[in-house]
DNA sequence: GCACCGGCGTAGAACGTTCTTCACTCGTGG
DNA sequence: CCACGAGTGAAGAACGTTCTACGCCGGTGC
């Protein structure tokens, strides 16, 4: 098949222009309904036809102008909007949704926009102006209510936000359950202080990020075991997890456990302790969420939960494919169970710790 | 302004189109072509016209279809073609690459295509029937007259890929300094039997990929110092370091170093040496290379070399923008230097390690 | 022999832009 | 008083597709 014409021809002065359905139709000496009929395998069409269509678009190297297509219907395109890259959690999600649609007829643009509610904001109008078939939002930051007055216009798939919706389909992972496997797993080794390093809310309420909800878990789980919860505000980020840490450390009583609600975090505050002379599990027995690549690495060994991000870019692919392919219009969620993976950094609390209670 | 129509209007039954250019001229009352001239700020428009034009926009929220535009000429975007993402190199390239053109008429869309030739050629394709501006491919696996031929269609920068080119942009770190940096240091500290864990070549030799070079450039400094290079040719990845380190450390003459040409490589190599009871620096040194994330995390603490992947990016989207801004189109080569980050994972040999011979 | 049918193929109108060409209105210099 | 140019605005032809509407053909049922 041929291949991408010269911009400027450099030997005789060609047009170089890219082949156009026109250009097949002259050269196959058909209309150039057939030519698309053939290019859409779409019905009406002898095989006779067919093949000298198919002839000629090999020889002059056709690809239909997904631009003029758009412009009639379907860009086979699925836009993806995510936060920044160094998350394991993101690149992971994105990579199954790319594999989801390898082998299909769809193209997977991925836009980047941090966790900036604005940005985002764009990135979404720009796909949409791309006109896509299809939007997978990452852990967006935007307010929900604007997620559904996007969705309504186009088949849209929020992926991180807990709460339902009529417009809008979702996948989450159970983060309260992931939150009180974490606890449950650190108050049977024997632990009663428990600390939390959460992250600060964000858009908005009736429709949380994870890390909120996984802060509500934390909540919850520890008052059903009768201890009081110890939040404490950082970020999601090697220096929130640090400072957290110094803060929990500086308490009257230090707790003997750190629960942080992101891998990132915990690293941050491995670094804390151990800064701080203090030994982790021996001293302080930490647990992170996200099972990002580093936890296992065998000098971190980080215990942590897992809430297999490979399964949600996966759920993603598939809500939307049901959309586009079967036809489905009715609000669809998804919700996947995370795992608990005990590694190397929890132990039983050290001797002089309080015994419990009751 | 408003924001996007309903699909389906619940309420009053209106059409709930996307505004189009038409709508807002006769919402102003002026011609198609005057709205063009509005958007694209051309030449010849009062100032009352202007801000007639701009409420209307504004009313219907009007945003210019860019698949309509792209038939017309461009299309504001610029493609980017990476392998996965879970390399930290390639993740802060993209990063970088957005952020560079954040503000500017351009949308940076990425394409995922893993390190496989004919996933990122659909890639490219793919791109290219989206009528993109300008193509960023960073480490492509394709043959390079296969990217020379694209690049004389549309601008193209290639990211470390090596050597010279008449129709291609390209931007790669000194790979072959790099190395040397690496061995110079190891050297400096007493080793002698230095391994390098590689990779198997690639496409082509003309104009090749990073990994490759700086095997070269291992060899050579190795000679430089009057040595034998132990090449082990592996994979960048886990795995990839694990097992070349085994092979390693099963060699008659152990090596009192290791020079992995990849930080991923490098932590599979630390893993196999501790597996088999030595230590690191003690026994073994180990230094990697692209200084990823990780790397600078305490526990870890790998000597690695930085190719400063930030620049990279950024040098490769300035290479794009002076092509499609200022109309540049002789090819450009950037090269950038990389730097030696010295950290915890090395050490001089152990005392029972030959001394320096001459 | 006629109406009708299914199968195959074509013409041509969209789709939403940009851009060239043209027309109109002033003000100005001769 | 006329020609002219600058400044503004409009009309309409692309751009590359898809898809509806239609036409032609040979066969079939009456």
Redesign the pocket.
């Known amino acids: 098949m041929a291949e991408f014409p010269e911009r400027s021809a450099a030997g005789p002065a060609r047009p170089a222009?890219?082949?156009?359905?026109?250009?097949?139709?002259a050269e196959a000496?058909?209309?150039?309904?057939?030519?698309?009929?053939v290019?859409?395998s779409?019905?009406?069409?002898?095989?006779?036809?067919?093949s000298r269509v198919q002839a000629a678009i090999d020889k002059l190297g056709?690809?239909?102008?997904v631009?003029?297509?758009a412009?009639?219907?379907?860009s086979y395109t699925i836009g993806v909007v995510a936060p920044e890259l160094s998350s394991f959690f993101v690149t992971e999600v994105i990579d199954a949704i790319v594999s989801q649609f390898e082998g299909t007829a769809y193209g997977v643009t991925v836009m980047l926009a941090g966790a900036d509610a604005d940005r985002q904001r764009r990135a979404v109008h720009g796909l949409i102006d791309r006109k896509v078939d299809g939007l997978v939002l990452v852990a967006p930051w935007t307010p929900f209510r604007w997620i559904e007055k996007v969705a309504r216009s186009v088949p849209t798939v929020a992926v991180a936000r807990h709460g339902a919706s009529q417009d809008c389909d979702t996948v989450v992972s159970d983060d309260e359950q992931g939150a009180r496997l974490a606890v449950d797993h650190l108050v049977g080794l024997g632990h009663r202080r428990i600390a939390h390093i959460g992250q600060a809310a964000g858009p908005d309420d009736s429709h949380p990020l994870s890390h909120v909800v996984r802060q509500r878990g934390y909540e919850a789980a520890m008052r059903a075991h009768g201890l009081e919860p110890d939040v404490i505000v950082g970020a999601y980020s090697d220096r929130g997890g640090y400072d957290a840490a110094r803060t929990a450390l500086a308490r009257a009583e230090t707790p003997t456990a750190i629960f942080a609600g992101a891998d990132v975090a915990a690293l941050g505050a491995l670094r804390a302790i151990e800064d701080a002379g203090a030994r982790v599990p021996g001293d302080i027995s930490l647990v992170g969420y996200d099972n990002i690549w580093l936890a296992g690495v065998k000098r971190i060994w980080l215990t942590t939960v897992d809430e297999s991000s490979q399964l949600t870019g996966e759920a993603a692919a598939r809500l939307l494919r049901e959309r586009l392919d079967e036809g489905r219009t009715r609000a669809a969620r998804h919700t996947l169970a995370p795992s608990l993976i005990v590694r190397g950094t929890t132990a039983p609390p050290p001797q002089g710790s309080r015994l419990p209670a009751d």
Not at 29 to 37: H, I, Q
Not at 42 to 50: C, H, L, N, Q, R
Not at 62 to 65: E, G, L
């Open positions: 222009r890219r082949a156009t359905i026109k250009d097949v139709a000496g058909v209309s150039v309904a057939a030519v698309s009929k290019v859409r779409a019905y009406g069409v002898s095989p006779e036809m067919k056709y690809r239909p102008d631009g003029a297509r412009m009639r219907g379907h």
